[in-house]
Structure formats: C-alpha cells, structure tokens
C-alpha cells in the first residue's frame, strides 16, 4: 500500500463548481504540503497544514490528523485553477513523499 | 526579492557522462531540497540540505549526489547517467528544514540520450 493516496487522479469541473480534492496517508508526519503545478512544471506551495483548517482566497485545506486524512477545497472554481495538485507528506525522519496528483480541469 | 533559481534549465546529454547541476535559493533561506519529477514516478524526494550538511535523503542510487556551499547555494551531480534519469529536476527552497513552506525553481529539464 503506498504511504500517500490521492483521489480522484482526474476531475474535470464547471466553471463556478465547488471542487474537493482528498488526500490520505499512512505514515507518522510533521507537516502536510499541497502543491499546485501548472503545465510547463512550475510548482507552487499553497499550504502548509500541521492542523486544522486554513483559507487562502477561494482555497480552503483542512487535515485531520487523528483520521490521516486531508482536504483541498477550491471554491467558485475558474479556468485558470486548472492544474495538477499534489499532496506532499514531511515525515518526522525529514523525508517527503509525494501523491500522485490530481488532474483538474475547470471548463469555461 | 529574487526567487529560487536554477541553471541550466535544459540540458541533453548520452548515457555514461556525469551532469551537474545548480540551484540558487531565495536570500536567507538556509535549507535547499532537491527532487525528480518523471512521468512514470511522480514526484521523489532525492536530499534536503540545511547548513551545508545533509539532513535526509531519498532512496537513490549513490549516483546522485548533492552538496551546500556556506552561500546556501546548492548543486547536485548525477554520474555515469542512464536514459531512466531523464527528468525534471527541481530544487526548493526554505527559511529553515523541517517541513516549512518551500519555494520552488522552475526546474532543470535532462534528457539522457
């Protein structure tokens, strides 16, 4: 079983849906990461999670920690969210492991 | 401020060379990691620095190498290169080591032919 899973692997959404991506995980962490990457491979950090719930304009990422389990809400989603998001693990060993990301596309 | 950097961002090379590669972190930060991107594995850790010294690394073969100057600046060898090392190669930066949010380069583009 690998250590973090992400679902889905595709989503394709309507401009002004309200999208959730889940990430779960198997392994002991200090810090959960989502990352965005945009064709041509630059790669953003949107959040740091340790705990809880954080917003960053119309993105939301919540972890459960006792559950192993992540979110990343993008609410009123627009054409230009369309990108890979990756669920990024940092272990206590100070390693990171990396879903496989979800492919989103949001039609205008 | 300037973000990270990294050179060259494209590189062709034949398999049994050696390449290395360069990656400026953002001004202060003192922890630089390095990863490899391919179609078939995603995303995998290779080594974080902090300070010149390498706190953790993934589990490559001893072919790969990286290293920190006292300027932060990092770079990373890959010797006696096989055409599955084709990939992209990114670095990212962070104010300190230990799961902090990192800031990533634009990445390194190696085609081994």
């Known amino acids: 079983k690998n250590e973090v899973e992400q679902s889905p692997q595709n989503l394709t959404a309507q401009e002004g849906e309200f999208i959730t991506i889940n990430c779960s995980y198997s392994?002991?962490?200090?810090?959960l990461h989502w990352l965005q990457q945009h064709p041509g491979g630059g790669i953003v950090s949107l959040f740091m999670?340790?705990?809880g719930k954080k917003k960053h304009g119309r993105l939301i990422a919540t972890i459960n920690i006792r559950e192993k389990h992540s979110s990343l809400h993008i609410t009123a989603s627009h054409p230009r969210d369309s990108a890979v998001y990756i669920c990024?693990?940092?272990?206590?060993?100070?390693?990171?492991?990396f879903g496989t990301g979800t492919r989103l596309k949001v039609l205008a | 401020k300037a973000g990270v950097t990294q050179t060259p961002r494209y590189l062709i090379k034949t398999r049994g060379q050696q390449v290395t590669l360069s990656c400026s972190p953002i001004?202060?930060?003192?922890?630089v990691s390095w990863y490899q991107q391919t179609p078939g594995q995603g995303l995998q850790f290779l080594f974080e620095?902090?300070?010149?010294?390498?706190?953790n690394k993934g589990n490559f073969p001893g072919r790969f190498s990286g290293r920190q100057f006292s300027n932060s600046r990092s770079e990373m060898n890959v010797s006696t290169l096989e055409l599955g090392d084709s990939a992209l190669y990114l670095c990212?930066?962070?104010?300190?080591?230990?799961?902090?949010?990192?800031?990533f380069g634009p990445g390194t583009r190696l085609l081994v032919l």
């Open positions: 990212a930066s962070s104010l300190g080591a230990g799961g902090e949010t990192q800031y």
């Open positions: 392994v002991g962490i200090s810090a």
């Open positions: 999670l340790s705990s």
């Open positions: 990024a693990l940092h272990s206590g060993t100070y390693k990171y492991i």
């Open positions: 001004s202060g930060h003192r922890s």
């Open positions: 620095y902090f300070s010149e010294t390498q706190r």
